[in-house]
């Protein structure tokens, strides 16, 4: 067994896959009963008031529970789950919360001494990526003796694939977030998100692939039941491997052939030895980037609907999360509000790049580094600037109204409807259980 052993097994049973995964690679052979370990799940999103599909999305609690009575049996008892959702405004307390309570994690902490830790309420420490470039890290997950990564396996619309080392964003704080998502052509997400595990004590990563998704990382995405658990000590040859699962070389996915090239390693698996599994039994080409009609001028649920008079640009990677997660609503949004007649040659520019075409009647900058960007663009005949980092929906709500959109005042509880309309596609599908992210 080499340092850059994968374990592939496939998930049958509560405690006992997640044991044979982890057994397969040794990968807590020599954890000691005074280690001090830190846990990181992916919730990337959570809504307080609403149903939404999970799966897929947010690490499962049933692979949660499982690590920690696995570290119970070797008589760890210091042990920390922390998390830092994507949260628009920093200091809501309430969101990861509500997201801890129902997930399970206090019952987690009740009955085994945990503790649970809002990322967003932590201490961070500043790290130099590179000269000059700083990220702030938090400092829980770096004083531990082994962090434990618990990713779900799916795409990325921006990075191709979301695994170990890119949910490693979770322990950085929001302005080192949107500092990745820069206009730098060489020094950009990809870039980033390649260092992030660089800076981290001993580490063990378990790839939750009970539920995949396809489009992801949210809730919109195609979700797949799998049963796939990926693990192993090297973060980034478990990323490699969960990469191939999902239908994609490492060589394809720029953080991953930038992080493989900084190691002197290479990105073609070479040097990584998998147990259990084989790759070609279970791999299963998942799709990321989200349909656009063929001008990419249009997000398809749009462009199907016949949508006219309006165009939104596809997005790259400079836009943040926090401006990204506003997009959902916003497609909505307009989708709720067409009534046949177009618009009056709307554009909608979101990011940190993007230009407007010449000749639009109306152009909408679509937070505060496109307003900044485009400005005094002498190319806008109308501009409508929705200021913000991130914007808040009555901003936005006003722009479309100026526009000529005649959007519905509730545009954003209009997600609602479109939650409940996804789940709707899994609640009779037995494969989709809820039992994976309870705690009885």
């Known amino acids: 067994m080499n340092n850059f052993t994968v374990s592939i097994v496939k998930y049958e049973k509560p405690i006992e896959s997640v044991k044979k995964t982890v057994d397969l690679t040794l990968g807590f052979k020599n954890l000691k009963a005074s280690s001090k370990v830190f846990i990181k799940p992916n919730i990337c999103f959570w809504r307080k008031d609403s149903v939404f599909p999970k799966w897929g999305v947010i690490t499962t609690t049933r692979v949660v529970e499982d690590v920690i009575i696995l570290l119970k049996e070797h008589g760890v008892d210091d042990i920390t789950i922390g998390e830092g959702i994507v949260l628009p405004k920093p200091n809501d307390v309430d969101t990861p919360a509500d997201a801890f309570q129902k997930l399970g994690y206090n019952t987690l902490k ?17 790290i130099e990526l590179d000269d000059g470039i700083h990220l702030n890290f938090n400092v829980d997950s770096l004083n531990c003796d082994l962090f434990i990564n618990i ?19 979770g322990i950085i704080d929001i302005e080192s977030r949107k500092i990745c998502h820069n206009s730098d052509h060489s020094k950009n997400l990809h870039y980033f998100v390649s260092k992030l595990a660089d800076y981290l004590p001993k580490s063990f990563t378990l790839i939750d692939g009970i539920y995949t998704n396809e489009i992801g990382p949210s809730f919109d995405g195609k979700i797949h039941r799998a049963d796939i658990l990926i693990a192993s000590s090297d973060m980034l040859s478990a990323d490699m491997i969960g990469a191939k699962l ?35 039994k279970l791999a299963n080409h998942h799709h990321y980037k989200l349909p656009y009609n063929k001008e990419q001028t249009l997000p398809a649920l749009l462009a199907e609907k016949g949508i006219k008079g ?3 640009p596809k997005y790259d990677t400079t836009i943040c999360t926090y401006c990204a997660t506003l997009l959902p609503s916003l497609q909505y949004g307009l989708l709720y509000s067409w009534k046949g007649m177009p618009w009056d040659d709307v554009e909608i520019l979101t990011g940190k790049t993007m230009h407007p075409t010449p000749g639009k009647k109306k152009t909408i900058l679509f937070g505060k580094c496109m307003c900044q960007l485009n400005k005094d663009n002498p190319e806008i005949k109308e501009m409508i600037a929705v200021n913000g980092c991130p914007p808040n929906s009555n901003s936005i709500f006003k722009a479309l109204l ?39």
């Open 110 to 126: 009740y009955k085994n001494g945990n503790i649970i830790l809002n990322i967003h309420e932590q201490e961070f420490t500043k």
């Open 151 to 169: 990713p779900v396996l799916k795409t990325h619309l921006q990075t191709i694939v979301s695994l170990g080392i890119k949910n490693l964003k």
């Open 246 to 280: 999902l239908g994609y070389d490492p060589s394809q996915v720029p953080h991953l052939a930038i992080a493989a090239a900084n190691r002197r390693r290479p990105a073609d698996m070479s040097d990584v030895e998998i147990v259990g599994k084989k790759i070609d």
């Open 310 to 312: 309006i165009s939104m």
């Open 402 to 440: 100026q526009s000529g959109i005649e959007v519905s005042p509730m545009i954003f509880q209009l997600s609602d409807k479109s939650l409940m309309f996804l789940m709707q596609k899994y609640r009779k599908n037995s494969d989709f259980d809820d039992s994976f992210f309870e705690m009885e």
